[in-house]
């Protein structure tokens, strides 16, 4: 079984909120988390991926969407927006790809919107 997380974090700066995501990790072995939100620079992307015993990751062009997984998946991006990441996912036992879209919605109708035309565009 494949256990996946997306979590709507609101902010991943404070030790509270890593120590609380670190420890769901390893409490429900996710192999794949999506963190949604995580107000920090980029520039902490690989640090976090460390801390929460990740090898591989990637960001959504917004930076507000992180992805990570482990070793055992191989993930080509197949499109980065500031919404929506569609990634193309093998598991190393399943030979069938699995195809994945994630999406940080925004609230604005406009922007909205936007997000549907790229989904549909997906099609």
């Not at 996946?4 to 609101?10: A, E, G, K, P, T």
């Not at 991006?77 to 399943?94: E, W």
């Amino acid at each position: 079984m494949i256990n996946i997380l997306y979590w709507n974090v609101r902010g991943i700066r404070n030790d509270r909120s890593r120590h609380k995501l670190r420890k769901l990790k390893r409490l429900h072995k996710f192999s794949f988390v999506a963190v949604a939100k995580p107000k920090i620079p980029l520039d902490n992307l690989n640090e976090l991926a460390g801390y929460l015993g990740f090898n591989r990751c990637c960001v959504n062009l917004d930076n507000n969407l992180w992805l990570f997984w482990e070793d055992v998946f191989s993930c080509d991006i197949i499109m980065n927006s500031g919404q929506p990441i569609t990634l193309k996912i093998m598991h190393n036992q399943v030979s069938t790809p699995i195809f994945v879209t994630l999406v940080y919605a925004k609230c604005r109708r406009r922007d909205c919107s936007n997000l549907w035309e790229e989904l549909m565009e997906m099609n």
